[in-house]
């Protein structure tokens, strides 16, 4: 073989070898594209696709008339990339700026750099408000890391603490509506499908799927904040005044059963709900049960005169003020003898109800008037947390069990549950259904849900609840409670004296000390609980929670237009008085000419008119369009009115 | 300009040289251009103020320098050439040195000189100058080839001098080289035992080395790793996920492009794997244009290498042109095969780039030289010519 041909025969040789190399290759190629693509491209886009939660945004929380109690703030996170290019050269002149921006020192955050963990994140502060973050921005310092964190913010700090409750670092609900309408609130966060290079950066992806996030929807309360406020700054002062270790207040509509105002005190700022104590940030009018003493006897009366069984005017013999049940001594404040039943009522006689109650009803009618009213179970208002109290079955009952519920010992109620039962007595029977949210609205202010006023059942015949409303206006006008009389219109209620359960037996210096009531007594908008715990200058509900009514009712008084109607409809000396705690001079009954009532209901003229001894002669229906003779002319005896209609 | 009138030069009549090798290289440039247009933005969006068009004009002014030095050299006779080859290695060793030496009183190893601004690799330049000598000591020493100590030691030593400096920093390249200029020296007619007992003793002496010291072997490992990443983002990924992950990560761009590819500029995988624009440009192409892009350009090469054996080599006008042929045309298909092995995982992890496709200048530099040598031999083919038109045969042979 000559050298050329040795030549090519080996280069055909290496020619054939090398030729194999893109057969394989080709077929390596086509492995990867037939046998592992499912899996191999399941990888791929498990490692470049990755979804990204759009936070949703909480709703708020609005007062009656849309003004904010909870909002949304946003506060930034200042994290830090030391390793990114350029960084350097910067850091000393962003650390003095940034002290200069957080006022914390530059050497400290020099430090937090030196001493960080990982070698590429670290964090550095906390909490930058907006503006701050668009500083922050605008030094355009590279390496920073600006992350969003939404914060809840209370705006009126502890007003309305206890129904709005507080949120976690999470930004979910812990207590209050807060947790009770997480869902709503919170809304569904959205979620958007981006892209990841490898070191996990997310680039923008034009068609990735974009779930928008469903924003939380607001609450819209039956609280109002005017008078919230009002309501929290009286109890606060009332419980100062009366050194009681606690105090909480609940009002609600007695027509809709709408909450009107709910605090408590001791209380706590739902913005820093970790500097707060467990007992301060306890909803007592709905976690609490307690024994309510003679507010309870409402349901002994309720039941008596509702079954026909007793009259206000029959009488009770409440002796010396003292009586003995089954060798357990009950005593009145002083010895009232033979009284009408209304007056047990208004007199508050321990003896006089006890004495009826085991007279006239049946263990279990009374029971079954407890339960109607309420007791025993928790009402479901729209609040967390809610304790049903304790109410004994007949059959649990010992031999003083009847004569100690008749006058609100041996069972627990909740402050909320005993508002409720008084709202069913001033809206003629019904127990309605308690409840705070009125709506539910969506970011842009449209109703999506509004609460339907839910009557539950009815307690007592409307011709029980006028019968026995006299005897708590009576308690008002001369009975216990007149320290809760207002002036310009009339106040029902009831004073209770519960004394403190103390290892086994009755404190004689701590006592609960309540009243609840409604006004106007003939036409009520307000049905209103005051309770006092352990108060130190007196242990009477008339001389320690009354005052507090009274000056919560002034205060709220012009707040509804009907009340003031009828109010101004009076001469303006009966304008309350602005000297707190100051009896008005000047009683209502001392009005000396007559208003323009022209346009009121003729009820409600009817209703001022006869108050002032004006006999009334209507013709026609509807609003008042005349009146003879007419306004400013001195009371006559009297008045002629023609209804519009 | 000057670079496309001179291919269109080299395409007419007048100069007759081989069409297959100028369209297939033009071919492989324009994809290129367009897959590094593609495989860049991530990179560009990594380093900030630079965008991709800056790289693709960059890229652009390269191919254009490759084509042109691929037009000028095609018009220079190889035997001229080769007169000069011993001195260009020499310069090439030299240039390794100084680099190297460079590199070491500045921190890391350096395998760039910069030169007028670009990036300039010495290795690239003294692997086409030892392929263009060892054709030169070849045929000088043909009369005793078979001759260990007269023909092949002379040959071993300047083959070893350069794979070694250029094995130092690039054993992948080294490698390469050494199988090619080891294939020059089979079909140079090197006796087969002496190659065979050479190799085994490389084999054994390497094992050896790497065996003996477990720091060897892991800076060995760590080296491969290394030496293929430029950024150092790359490298925390390299430092966690290993070379599988590079692998997987092609696969993947092979398994994503399906038949057909996702469509030009829609990669994702570029994102992930590392120097997408080099190393792994035929993963990308593979993913946008699907494995009948990938196919396509492995028939470039695999056209390269018939016409480089069958019609330049075999009808080169001398063993110079033969041998040239038969070591250019080596060099450059297994540079694209190793790549594309690469790349679909056949082979383990390399830095090679695909020549005339991948971003990089004085690769691209040396592709175009060689080729320029080899458009040169075809156009002195003994059957294209005629026989009054050939130069004066060489004085080498």
């Keep these: 073989m000559s050298p050329k041909d040795q030549i090519r025969t080996r280069m055909y040789m290496m020619l054939t070898l090398l030729s194999i190399v893109p057969v394989i290759v080709a077929g390596q190629m086509g492995w990867a594209v037939i046998a592992d693509r499912g899996e191999l491209r399941a990888q791929a886009k498990a490692q470049s696709r990755s979804t990204v939660e759009v936070p949703a945004m909480r709703g708020r929380i609005l007062d009656r008339a849309g003004r904010s109690l909870a909002i949304n703030t946003a506060q930034y996170d200042l994290a830090l990339d030391p390793t990114v290019d350029g960084f350097e050269s910067q850091a000393d002149a962003f650390y003095e700026q940034l002290a200069e921006l957080t006022g914390a020192s530059a050497a400290r955050f020099r430090q937090q750099v030196a001493n960080r963990h990982s070698p590429e994140y670290v964090a550095l502060y906390d909490g930058l408000t907006a503006a701050q973050q668009e500083q922050v921005r605008e030094w355009e310092v590279p390496g920073v890391i600006l992350t969003p964190e939404f914060a809840r913010r209370y705006i009126h700090e502890t007003t309305a603490a206890h129904v709005l409750g507080h949120v976690g670092s999470d930004g979910h609900g812990l207590s209050g509506l807060e947790v009770a309408y997480d869902d709503t609130l919170a809304g569904t966060p959205g979620e958007r499908v981006v892209k990841r290079d490898r070191s996990g950066r997310i680039q923008a992806f034009v068609g990735g799927r974009v779930t928008p996030p469903e924003h939380g929807k607001n609450l819209v309360l039956t609280l109002d904040l005017a008078r919230q406020a009002a309501l929290e700054d009286e109890l606060r002062r009332g419980v100062q005044e009366s050194g009681a270790d606690w105090g909480t207040a609940v009002a609600m509509d007695p027509s809709t059963g709408a909450i009107l105002a709910m605090a408590n005190v001791p209380t706590y700022n739902p913005n820093r709900p970790g500097a707060a104590t467990d007992a301060a940030r306890r909803n007592r009018a709905i976690t609490d049960r307690y024994e309510p003493g003679s507010t309870f006897k409402l349901v002994g009366a309720t039941a008596a005169v509702d079954q026909g069984l007793v009259e206000m005017d029959d009488s009770v013999e409440t002796g010396d003020g003292w009586a003995v049940f089954h060798g357990y001594t009950m005593k009145d404040i002083s010895a009232y003898g033979t009284i009408s039943f209304q007056e047990v009522l208004s007199k508050s006689s321990n003896v006089g109800m006890a004495k009826t109650v085991r007279r006239h009803l049946e263990p279990g009618v009374f029971y079954q008037y407890a339960r109607n009213f309420g007791f025993s179970q928790p009402t479901w208002i729209d609040l967390p947390g809610e304790q049903g109290g304790v109410l004994k079955r007949p059959n649990e009952w010992s031999q003083t069990t009847q004569t100690s519920m008749a006058i609100g010992y041996e069972v627990s109620v909740t402050p909320l549950q005993l508002v409720t039962a008084y709202s069913a007595l001033a809206n003629g029977g019904r127990l309605m259904q308690p409840y705070v949210v009125a709506e539910q609205r969506d970011m842009t202010g449209n109703t999506l849900w509004e609460n339907e006023p839910d009557s539950i059942r009815r307690v007592m015949k409307p011709e029980t609840a006028r019968t026995l409303r006299p005897a708590f206006e009576q308690v008002v006008q001369e009975g216990t409670g007149t320290e809760a009389d207002v002036a310009g219109f009339d106040v029902a209620g009831k004073t209770g004296t519960a004394l403190e359960a103390t290892a086994g037996d009755y404190s004689d210096e701590r006592a609960r000390a309540s009243f609840v009531g409604f006004f106007p007594a003939d036409d009520p908008e307000v049905t209103l609980l005051v309770m006092m715990g352990a108060p130190e200058t007196s242990i009477y509900g008339g001389a320690v929670a009354a005052p507090v009514f009274h000056r919560i009712a002034r205060r709220w008084a012009g707040t509804f237009p009907e009340v003031v109607d009828r109010m101004t409809a009076d001469p303006p000396e009966t304008v309350p008085a602005s000297v707190e705690g100051m009896r008005p001079a000047v009683p209502a009954e001392q009005a000396r000419t007559l208003p323009d009532l022209d346009g009121l209901s003729t009820r409600r003229a009817l209703h001022w008119l006869r108050r002032h001894g004006v006999d009334v002669q209507v013709e026609g229906q509807g609003a008042v369009a005349a009146q003879r003779p007419r306004s400013g002319t001195p009371l006559p005896d009297r008045i002629l009115l023609e209804g519009a209609s | ?397």
């Design chain 2, 1 to 397: 300009m000057s670079a496309i009138q001179t291919v269109k030069h080299i395409l007419t009549d007048r100069a007759p040289a081989d069409k297959y090798v100028v369209w297939v290289v033009l071919a492989l440039s324009a994809a290129g251009v367009v897959a590094v247009y593609s495989a860049v933005t991530y990179l560009a969006e990594v380093r900030a103020g630079v965008g991709p068009e800056q790289f693709l004009l960059r890229h652009l002014l390269r191919v254009g320098i490759a084509l042109g030095a691929m037009g000028v050299v095609s018009l220079i006779d190889y035997r001229t050439l080769a007169k000069y080859s011993r001195l260009a290695l020499i310069a090439a060793l030299g240039l390794l040195v100084a680099v190297k030496a460079v590199g070491s009183f500045s921190e890391g190893a350096d395998r760039w000189l910069q030169i007028a601004g670009f990036g300039f690799q010495p290795s690239d330049l003294a692997r086409v100058a030892l392929v263009f000598y060892v054709a030169v000591l070849l045929v000088k020493k043909q009369d005793y080839i078979k001759s260990f100590g007269k023909a092949l030691v002379p040959i071993l030593v300047w083959v070893f001098a350069t794979v070694v400096l250029i094995g130092v920093d690039d054993l992948s390249t080294a490698a390469v080289l050494l199988g090619a200029v080891m294939l020059m020296c089979f079909v140079g007619r090197v006796s087969v035992f002496q190659l065979l007992g050479l190799g085994l003793i490389g084999v054994l002496l390497g094992g050896a080395l790497i065996m003996n010291s477990p720091a060897r072997a892991a800076r060995v490992e760590a080296y491969l790793g290394m030496d293929l990443f430029d950024n150092t983002n790359t490298e925390q990924v390299m430092d966690r996920q290993g070379e599988r992950y590079q692998s997987q990560q092609a696969r993947m761009a092979f398994a994503l492009g399906g038949l057909t590819g996702v469509g030009p500029g829609k990669s994702t995988q570029r994102d992930f794997l590392p120097a997408p624009y080099n190393d792994f440009i035929f993963a990308i192409i593979a993913e946008e244009y699907g494995i009948l892009g990938a196919l396509l350009l492995l028939a470039g090469f695999c056209v390269l290498l018939f016409r480089g054996y069958l019609r330049i080599a075999r009808d080169a006008p001398d063993p110079l042109g033969l041998l040239l042929a038969v070591g250019f045309t080596t060099l450059i298909v297994a540079y694209g095969f190793v790549h594309a092995g690469v790349s679909c995982g056949l082979l383990p992890v390399t830095g090679l780039p695909m020549p005339f496709v991948s971003y990089g200048g004085t690769s691209l530099l040396a592709n175009g030289l060689m080729a320029g040598v080899l458009l040169n031999i075809s156009r002195q083919s003994t059957r294209r010519a005629a026989p009054s038109e050939r130069r004066p045969t060489s004085t080498i042979a």
